[in-house]
């Protein structure tokens, strides 16, 4: 496996990027629909922007997750537990490390 620190320190910035983009995509909705008397319920055209915004605000969620399993891995890492399952004590397979760089038990377990 490539280095683990790097793999999951590129996987953060990444994850940043993305949450900060969310971030930005909220408010602009947000922004967008304050002072409109507009019934985007009915509008045929398509999606709400109640839906759109609770969309961006699922994947903002996920996003903020993700950043918390990958700070999670980086404290193992630091530890020197990573790759090991925490159900177990046995090794996590490279491959799935490779696949899942957060993983916290081993296939078996999970």
Known sequence: MADPRAVLQEERRT??????????????????????NADDEH?????TIAFERSQVEAFARQ???????????????DRGAYGTCEQCGRSIATARL????????????A
Request: charged letters at 35%; aromatic letters at 2%.
């Open 15 to 36: 994850t940043l990027e993305r949450l900060t983009a969310l971030t930005r995509d909220f408010a602009a909705l947000v922004a967008a629909s304050e002072g409109s």
């Open 43 to 47: 509008d045929p055209e398509g999606a």
């Open 63 to 77: 996003a903020r997750r993700h950043l918390e399993e990958i700070d999670a891995a980086l404290e193992r890492l």
């Open 98 to 109: 490779e696949a899942r760089p957060t993983a916290r038990e081993c296939i078996e377990c």
